[in-house]
């Protein structure tokens, strides 16, 4: 006999009642008069602040938590406890609150977290040898995302890189290093941040990326390295943003396959990137994890227009309900892949992918009703769970600021930068111009990565995800992750194509 509809409800009412365990409660709670629910709030009402969201006030440790005890359940429930005061509203760190009751973002404190970076390192950094280009991206962009002025690192960011950029093209980790795309990806984004892309040689960069380009479509990170998705979007990046030729150099190994062009079989290898499980792992058969489903979606995103690249390539529902599964509970932000943890980067490598889900299913039909977040199509996540899980869980407090992991983990530039980037996308509204051109006549350049349109949030926005204009982070390019400022100018300086230009 089939399962009826009432007797599945049924079967998870029974779970709800006897396997879920409600939250671990502060002392001062009590139940919420009108829904039954343990309220863990009090402490707010008694600073006359009501307002805690329903989705905080009935959570629970996760709707199936058994008593069975692992090494991940243990790990989740402790960070579910290291967390709740702060979702709460129990413990603010001393960080005042805005009129919500949430933290306010502390931009002061972040934006000089970043700067520090960028006028010198202590010894230790040195075992980040390899990852230079990261830390300029990160702390560049990172500012340029708190409206922060950047244009005087740029003689010094360029006078750095110059030795990291070999002659056969392509930018290494530190002087003396093979070039490599994640290396090309950040130098390249951090040299547009603060308006430095001359010192790049694209020619150069145009043959190197023809050596990386395989046969199947996909790219290797480096030459001989492993090929995976990371590639492909860094390199489509590359190509895209200084608009270098499509067609593949003549020294190019893959043109013995058969290939002329960059975009050649690359769609086909991102569909099999796709797992059973409607995840993006980084290579065929690879386990799934949340960021590369943005390398995906990206780098689709830059061949096309998402409604049309990403459903040809993908399955938009199963990824959708993929990724849907990675927002915590209870704390509200992103984990990377099953059974694992929240952590802030996350809010941009998987928040970073609704944007382009959301234009992938509205499409040019669809004309959404209105911008504001709370429209239907923007429901796919819960913005505001990922806004109070950034603002109460990750900010460092103290003079020094920082954005984290976690609680217990400690700043860096890396989860400073994607926990910006992850509330802009909580914050604003992105959407796709689905009637501008596709591709440059003159140059054959892929134009749909610069049709997206940025909002800002507006009041009724604020209001609804609890915060003031001061907690608000600029707009940042759903595809390249830089202000739309930056892209603009990279789009206006290589217009021309060519080689020099
Ligand atoms: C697991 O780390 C993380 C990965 C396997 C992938 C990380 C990839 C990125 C962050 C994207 C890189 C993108 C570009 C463009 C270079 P973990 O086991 O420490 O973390 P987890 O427990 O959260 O999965
Ligand atoms: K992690
Ligand atoms: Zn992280």
Redesign the pocket.
């Known amino acids: 006999m089939a399962i009826t509809d009432s007797a599945a409800d049924d079967t998870l009412d029974e779970l709800l009642r006897n396997k879920a365990r409600i939250i671990e409660l502060p002392d001062d709670n009590n139940e919420d008069e009108v829904t039954g629910v343990p309220f863990p709030g009090n402490h707010l009402r008694k600073n006359g602040i009501h307002h805690l969201p329903q989705w905080l006030q009935q959570t629970t440790i996760g709707l199936f938590h058994d008593d069975y005890n692992t090494v991940s359940s243990e790990a989740l429930d402790k960070t579910a406890a290291e967390c709740l005061p702060h979702l709460t509203g129990q413990d603010n760190q001393g960080i005042p609150l805005n009129r919500h009751g949430l933290p306010h973002l502390q931009r002061k404190q972040h934006a000089s977290f970043l700067h520090t970076p960028l006028k010198g390192l202590p010894a230790p950094y040195a075992a980040m040898d390899a990852s230079r280009p990261w830390l300029f991206y990160w702390c560049t962009a990172g500012l340029s995302f708190l409206r922060e002025d950047v244009s005087m690192y740029r003689e010094r960011l360029m006078e750095t890189v110059r030795p990291l950029q070999n002659k056969i093209g392509g930018f290494g980790g530190g002087h003396g290093q093979l070039s490599h ?2 290396c090309t ?2 130098t390249l984004l951090a040299l547009a941040t603060v308006g430095g892309l001359d010192v790049i040689d694209r020619e150069a960069m145009w043959h190197w990326l023809g050596t990386v380009k395989q046969a199947d479509g996909g790219f290797r990170m480096a030459i001989g390295a492993e090929e995976d998705i ?1 590639g492909a ?2 390199a489509m990046t590359a190509i895209t943003l200084l608009n270098l030729p499509l067609e593949l150099p003549p020294d190019s190994p893959t043109r013995e396959a058969g290939l002329t062009h960059f975009t050649d079989r690359l769609g086909e290898w991102i569909s099999t990137c796709q797992s059973y499980e409607g995840g993006i792992s ?1 290579a065929p058969n690879h ?1 799934v ?4 489903a ?2 995906a979606l990206a780098c689709l995103c830059i061949l096309g227009p998402p409604h049309i690249t990403i459903p040809k390539y993908l399955d938009v529902d199963r990824l959708i309900r993929c990724l849907t599964t990675l927002q915590t509970n209870p704390e509200g932000g992103f ?3 099953t059974n ?2 929240v ?1 802030a ?2 809010s941009h ?1 998987v928040g970073g992918c609704w944007a382009l889900l959301e234009a992938a299913v509205v499409g040019p039909h669809e004309a959404k009703q209105n911008g504001s977040v709370s429209s239907a199509e923007s429901r796919l996540w819960n913005r505001e769970a990922l806004v109070r899980y950034l603002l109460t869980c990750c900010q460092q407090p103290g003079p020094k600021g920082g954005m984290r992991d976690k609680p217990s983990a400690r700043p860096d530039g890396y989860h400073t930068c994607y926990s910006l980037s992850g509330l802009s996308a909580a914050q604003n509204q992105y959407t796709y111009n689905t009637t501008a051109s596709t591709t440059d006549r003159e140059t054959g350049r892929l134009l749909s990565a610069f049709n997206w349109k940025g909002e800002r949030a507006s009041e009724g926005d604020m209001k609804g995800l609890s915060v003031e204009r001061n907690d608000v982070v600029e707009l940042v390019h759903p595809v390249f992750v830089i202000r739309f400022e930056a892209v603009e100018e990279a789009r206006r300086k290589f217009a021309r194509g060519g080689f020099p230009v």
């Open positions: 795309c994640a990806y950040a990371r979007y860094c980084s386990e994890h949340g960021a590369y943005f390398c984990a990377g892949r694992k943890l952590d980067c996350y490598w």
